[in-house]
């Protein structure tokens, strides 16, 4: 049974420019999470989709946008990034309400 | 913005030594879990305590909960080098309203455990 999986890994953008993420949740699972984790910081909550709408949102500004698709994988969108944005970001699945959430290996975006 | 601190920043032992990792956070929870993180990849689940709960074991992890307080402690017996990781402590908060299935993180402790 595979885990979430990301892609991709690694990734390396200049400022101004777009960038999408993508994620695979845990099979039996379709509430997909997002994470901004800076270096040496705890995660940070973008948003949660469930259902593919966005059910929840953390204090991201509206340059992170996100989308599931009907087999409840998402993508995780970031326009005209900022040196800011560099960061591991996270996804994490789970089914339905469920309180534990299962993380993805992360990409790792730099932006130059 | 993250929802507690946890102490200490950094925990350096000996194999076979315990560890103990505290996290205090600020909003009313449903459940307070903690989490292990490998050379800035993924984290792994470890244990979830409940809001009503004061006390958990898993194998060589014990947690604890004051909720009266707003902490709780991470307890791990016996370390072993391969326990050298991250430790987070993340909070959910009551259901019912728009926070519900947020997980808000600390910034977590970083174990270091020598051989």
């Known amino acids: 049974d595979a885990g979430v999986t990301q892609s991709p890994t690694h990734l390396i953008k200049t400022r101004g420019q777009q960038v999408t993420l993508r994620c695979s949740p845990k099979?039996?699972?379709?509430?997909v999470s997002w994470y901004q984790q800076a270096l040496g910081q705890g995660p940070q909550f973008i948003f949660q989709?469930?259902?593919?709408?966005?059910?929840q949102r953390g204090n991201f500004p509206d340059r992170f946008s996100g989308h599931q698709f009907p087999n409840y994988s998402s993508e995780l969108n970031v326009n005209a990034l900022l040196l800011g944005d560099s960061a591991l970001y996270l996804c994490?699945?789970?089914?339905?309400?469920?309180?534990?959430?299962?993380f993805g290996p992360g990409t790792r975006l730099t932006v130059l | 913005s993250q929802q507690g601190e946890e102490d200490p920043q950094a925990l350096s032992i000996q194999e076979g030594e315990n560890a103990t990792m505290n996290c205090s956070y600020k909003?009313?929870?449903?459940?307070l879990q903690w989490y292990r993180q490998n050379s800035g990849r993924g984290l792994v689940h470890l244990i979830l305590?409940?809001?009503?709960?004061r006390e958990k074991h898993s194998g060589r992890l014990r947690v604890t909960l004051d909720t009266s307080k707003k902490s709780s402690s991470l307890l791990i017996t016996a370390s072993r080098a391969a326990d050298t990781a991250s430790y987070f402590c993340?909070?959910?908060?009551?259901?019912?309203?728009?926070?519900?299935?947020?997980?808000?993180f600390g910034q977590g402790t970083i174990l270091t455990v020598h051989p």
């Open positions: 994490a699945s789970q089914p339905g309400r469920a309180d534990t959430q299962y």
């Open positions: 099979s039996g699972h379709d509430t």
């Open positions: 989709y469930y259902e593919e709408e966005e059910r």
């Open positions: 909003t009313s929870i449903n459940n």
């Open positions: 305590i409940r809001s009503n709960e």
């Open positions: 993340a909070t959910l908060p009551n259901a019912g309203g728009t926070s519900y299935g947020k997980l808000t």
